[in-house]
């Protein structure tokens, strides 16, 4: 083995990642400030309390908020093994992204196109406008974030067949899971959290959580492909490390 692959070998870092992470640098600075601004948008929940506080499932019936809690685990995870050099809390941080990055990224597409066609979609009449920022910080914020730590900052997703599978399993389950959790919440508050459901009868929203599941297989393909052409596919390069 050449000295380069020695140093590979030795290095927790993926031959295709293209920076250093874990790491106290770069990576450390953009998983504590995904920290700040995920840790400010649940305070704004708090500090701004509407029907939704008081109601079964408190603002987790939100995707968006379930998307930020899984966005919150990754880069604690990330984080942490920033600033101990940890590979095992490293894994752990991907394992969350495998998830949490298309999951955000389906949000921002969903959130961004709904409220362009009619804002009464997603917004309920009774919910007060989020000022830009908090709303940046919702339905932007960890969506970039996650995929910027994913394309500079973490080795490459599998591209087996197998692994594609997978991906549509889980994103096909995330949506599905999703659905029932809705219909539990509506359930004991008699309101859907988002508008568009309780306009669209079950058959609709059946095919809405089918096309948000291929939807978010979509995002992870996509991720998949642009990590690709951001770092390459350079498969010699890895076997040779």
């Known amino acids: 083995m050449s000295a380069t692959g020695i140093s590979q070998a030795l290095s927790p870092k993926h031959p295709l990642q293209?920076?250093?992470s874990p790491s106290k640098g770069l990576s450390a600075i953009v998983h504590a400030t995904g920290l700040i601004s995920y840790s400010l948008s649940f305070r704004y929940l708090v500090e701004h309390p509407n029907?939704?506080?008081d109601s079964y499932g408190w603002h987790f019936q939100y995707l968006t908020n379930i998307g930020l809690f899984l966005a919150t685990a990754t880069f604690t995870f990330g984080l942490l093994a920033d600033l101990t050099n940890s590979p095992r809390l490293f894994s752990?941080?991907?394992a969350f992204a495998v998830i949490a990055v298309p999951l955000e990224v389906l949000i921002s597409i969903l959130y961004w196109g709904l409220r362009v066609i009619n804002p009464a979609l997603v917004m309920p009449a009774w919910a007060p406008p989020l000022i830009p920022l908090a709303d940046l910080g919702f339905h932007f914020n960890p969506s970039f974030l996650l995929a910027f730590d994913f394309i500079f900052l973490s080795p490459p997703w599998?591209?087996?067949?197998?692994a594609s599978v997978r991906t549509l399993v889980i994103s096909t389950l995330v949506a599905f899971t999703y659905w029932f959790w809705i219909e539990l919440c509506y359930?004991?508050?008699?309101?859907?959290?988002?508008?568009i459901f309780s306009m669209l009868d079950t058959k609709w929203r059946i095919m809405l959580f089918a096309f948000s599941g291929c939807l978010m297989t979509g995002s992870a393909f996509g991720l998949r492909s642009l990590y690709g052409w951001v770092n390459g596919y350079d498969i010699e390069k890895v076997k040779g490390a």
């Open 18 to 20: 293209r920076l250093q």
């Open 187 to 195: 359930s004991h508050n008699g309101f859907y959290p988002y508008p």
């Open 51 to 53: 029907i939704i506080n």
């Open 92 to 94: 752990v941080k991907n």
């Open 158 to 162: 599998p591209t087996t067949a197998m």
